[in-house]
């Protein structure tokens, strides 16, 4: 019997709730039933994210709400600053820059997170910037910024303050309005526990005022079409929406409320707190400092020795167990463990135990069950 | 109880193992099972399309997908004739110009098909047009344009022949290859009995030539990039894929290679004669002629003193017959039957029954029983 225990950062286990609602009868995006569950799903949305703004979905993955947000809240030639701390601020760059905006980008060591100050900088030394973008919680290096002190360090009024969220929605904190967020992007398939193919983003009535201020470039991602449909008495999309995403969605956002998101933020913590002790219990070390590290993933840097293709490539076919490998600059270097999600001390345990055999399997001596017992001091002191 | 039988355009119902098929335990896009289900999947849709071109999937619904052809084939002021048969085509119109294109359209009176000759006068009279593009089967009016006569009026090497098939993949029959096609949008939603999210492009070498052309203006949409890691030893896509769209698309195209394509573009055949004749056999009339009709869908011409929202409402409420309303110029003056994908002659046999028994309730004199009665006589002569 091969069972697999998912591990990447996403897309996540969905749980079997959600994945059958997906398998409900489809229904007519035009009609009652529809208006219904669109409207209990941005509501929920709306809950998560702690807004009163607005929130539309679209059929896409993450990247597509990215691209979404830069068309609509850019026009070609306005001038943004981009925080690069790894692939995901990386790849938010690009798509502003193939979509004509002027990017600057303040580059951070991979592993580390965004200083507040160095966004002030750059704000201070070019008054033309019309936008800060920061990836909330890069998945590339497993570090969480601090997005309130980060808008503190915003302090021009007419900047908007755009935030990739898509690996944290659902699993870390995000209070969009007492964090002044103009534009929240996230994605289905990670902390919301929903199959890939939905992209959310979230906006303040500052980011409405500069989207009707934004020549049109897409008929596809027109936050303009999507506010007048999904604003209808029944409400609807424009286009074609991804009806059994949304059932699926729908089932896991009121597991998420039913398990109340406070406990379902503190989950994720204990879980990167096991994860963290529990790899240092077999001397390996997070690559992120403690005080910034995510609660969706740890990145755990290789020692010297052990190849990272052979030791996935172990845990997957001889342990069920699917973990990551590093991107970019720190492809081979690291791997990465996701605990986001549909994810309990279980699965984190199953990973442990997996990766303490895998390296033995691989002839590295590891001290087998330490990374294990390390991880159940920190299941144990909980509550 | 209530059952309601989804007789819309699309979406349309999703066969119950296509839908649990998408509840199946989500995957690590980056492994090889991914790899494998990916290459299935575009290995079937070029059986369906009939070529040997590159089949591209994108999480999207069918729109994002004229889009992505839109920015993928047409720099910014390329000169692209569009031929305007209904809704899908103005859509496709609007899209081209907002991302730049600068359209010639040709009108066609709505109900009626495209006249090849028209293309050939246009393409004539403007020789800096380097793209055309057709819907193939026009969803808002229930008619099928004549892509093979349309390609032969294209006689320009240097012209790219552009189709959307969003409503017509896996129902009516489509040979790319043989017919001269340079570049096919399809949507998983309609013929191929998936849930809402895919959009298929399938591309001729002469498309990938002007692809490595055209100004790079899209990340998410990036068809060079989506080739590269389609092609990949194990296929991937850039970013994240719809996996569990994937899934339920890969059951329902072998639900239809198991049909046999050909019997399943009869089958659809068969049930448009049925619904055209189960209407006229209650004095009512399509709009479009016999020769052009859509094998998907049927627009009927609503009698004077029949209220299109009465009757929608109605066949709903009373009896869960989902039809669809007109669109555009004709809203409030069609209905439109959708007979396409999951749909049998019982569906067929259901909706006339309904449209009988609401015409009655709504006050007005109908032959019960004829219009099924006319439909059986179809459905009796097959075979």
């Known amino acids: 019997m091969e069972r697999q225990c998912l591990m990447i950062p996403g897309p996540t286990p969905v749980p ?4 059958l609602a997906g398998a409900q009868p489809m229904i007519n995006h035009r009609g009652p039933e529809f208006g219904a569950l669109l409207s209990e799903v941005t509501g929920s949305l709306a809950r998560v994210l702690v807004t009163h703004g607005t929130v539309l979905v679209f059929p896409a993955s993450g990247t597509g709400g990215m691209e979404a947000s830069a068309v ?3 026009s070609p030639g306005d001038k943004v600053l981009v925080a690069v701390a790894g692939e995901f601020g990386s790849r938010f760059a690009e798509i502003l820059r193939v ?4 990017v600057s980008t303040i580059e951070v060591e991979w592993g580390t997170r965004v200083d507040p100050a160095a966004i002030r900088a750059a704000l201070e030394s070019d008054p033309a910037i019309r936008a800060v973008v920061v990836t909330h919680n890069e998945t590339s290096t497993g570090v969480t910024m601090d997005l309130a002190s980060i808008r503190r360090a915003i302090v021009r009024e007419d900047v908007l303050f755009i935030v990739d ?12 309005d007492e964090w002044g967020i103009d534009a929240v992007v996230g994605g289905s398939q990670k902390g919301l526990m929903t199959p890939p193919g939905l992209a959310m983003i979230s906006l303040s009535p500052k980011a409405w005022d500069k989207v009707e201020r934004t ?3 897409s008929v596809y991602w027109d936050f303009m079409a999507a506010r007048k449909f999904f604003e209808r008495p029944t409400a609807q999309t424009p286009y074609t929406p991804a009806v059994s995403l949304l059932y699926s969605l729908r089932e896991s956002l009121r597991m998420l409320e039913s398990e109340g998101l406070e406990n379902v933020y503190r989950r994720h913590r204990m879980l990167a707190r096991a994860v963290r002790a529990g790899v240092r219990g077999i001397g390996l070390e997070p690559l992120a400092p403690d005080d910034c590290a995510s609660s969706t993933v740890t990145a755990v840097k290789l020692p010297d020795g052990v190849d990272a293709k052979s030791l996935l490539s172990t845990l997957r076919k001889e342990y069920g167990v699917v973990i990551a490998g590093g991107q970019g600059s720190l492809s081979g270097r690291i791997i990465r463990i996701g605990h986001v999600g549909n994810v309990s001390w279980q699965e984190v345990v199953v990973s442990l135990s997996a990766i303490e055999m895998a390296l033995a399997k691989l002839g590295r001596s590891v001290d087998r069950g330490a990374s294990v017992a390390a991880a159940e001091e920190v299941f144990m002191a909980r509550g």
């Not at 979509?99 to 002027?102: L, S, V």
């Not at 969220?165 to 969009?176: P, T, V």
Request: aromatic fraction near 0%; charge should be positive.
């Open 16 to 19: 079997v709730g959600a994945a």
């Open 72 to 74: 609509n809240l850019l």
């Open 99 to 102: 979509t004509g905006a002027q």
């Open 165 to 176: 969220a898509i690996s944290s929605m659902g699993a870390i904190q995000l209070h969009q």
């Open 215 to 217: 020549t049109r470039r």
